[in-house]
């Protein structure tokens, strides 16, 4: 028999790839919500269709407390991943209080509706923008947490509240700080991974895209069947409550390769156009994924070239 799963943020890019992952390979009914502030509808409705009656989809927003409880308690959910979230840095930049609503209050509103509605597990997504632009390198699960932003520091308390969850509430609680996530059904204006999509789109096409600066800057890309894979063993693995997990490759990817290996790709010759670095812009990030190898038990992840071709 399969459990009662919830996913939040389902008709966003990581979510509706979880969906069609637990559709397809477990037997839980899968229990879906989304405001659809940023997902998109076409990401999910062929599970309506294809699976209707394992697949119920609301249209909720975790901010609504009371909707968000009856939704878990109606349906006697058990397990519950959570990915909403408004994702945009700028955004939180710009109207830090709608973010704060989202991104904390909205966590810990599914926390305590979880809590409540007597839930065993949530898994949580957040992000490596915690660090911030600390230089040290690569990042662990005790490098020091330095966000420059309102959504950093969003992510950052929202882990506070599941560590409180688990050890004083007894709900169970894994937190997944994903570094940069790419793969098909990402936005070109992904602030994650932008660049890919753009790159992608613009050789596609025979366009020459721009690189702002040298190059050399670097980012470590996770694909996004592996935070998919990363998000099931974190649920099903045994005594990991309280913790918290990097989630990379632990190989740095430069823009000069990403460039490289699309171009490649599509059979581009041209280099590319380079004009001066913009400011502000993060110079590296790595992550040392050995937390997540030993725990999650992840060994053979999607390589860069790989990833890039599916997408
Ligand atoms: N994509 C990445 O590289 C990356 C990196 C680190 C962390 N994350 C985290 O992973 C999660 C998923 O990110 P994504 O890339 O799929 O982004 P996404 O924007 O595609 O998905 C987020 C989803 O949350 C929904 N949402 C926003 N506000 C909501 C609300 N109030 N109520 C209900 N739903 C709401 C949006 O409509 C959207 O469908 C987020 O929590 C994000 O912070 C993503």
Redesign the pocket.
Known sequence: MGKNILI??A?????SHLVKEMLHFSEDTVYA???????CLENIEEFSETFSDRFIFQK????DYERLYAFIAENAITHIYH?????SVQESMADPLRTGR?NLQ?TLNLLEAARQAGAKRVVF????AIYGDEKSMPKNENSPEKPVSPYGYE?MMAERYLKLYSSTYGVETVALR?F??YGPGQ?AD?E??GVISIFDTMLRQGKTPTIYGDGTQYRDFVYVQDVVKANIAAMNTDDISGEVICIGTGRKTTVNDIFATIAKKYGHTQPPKYEPARKGDVYGSLCDNGKMRKLLGLQELVNFEQGVMKI
């Open positions: 939040t943020g008709a966003g890019f990581i979510g919500l989304d405001d659809m502030s940023g997902g909720i927003d975790i901010c990915l909403a979230a408004i994702v989202v909205g997504s957040s992000s490596a992510k994903y940069n996530v936005r992904s994650y991974s």
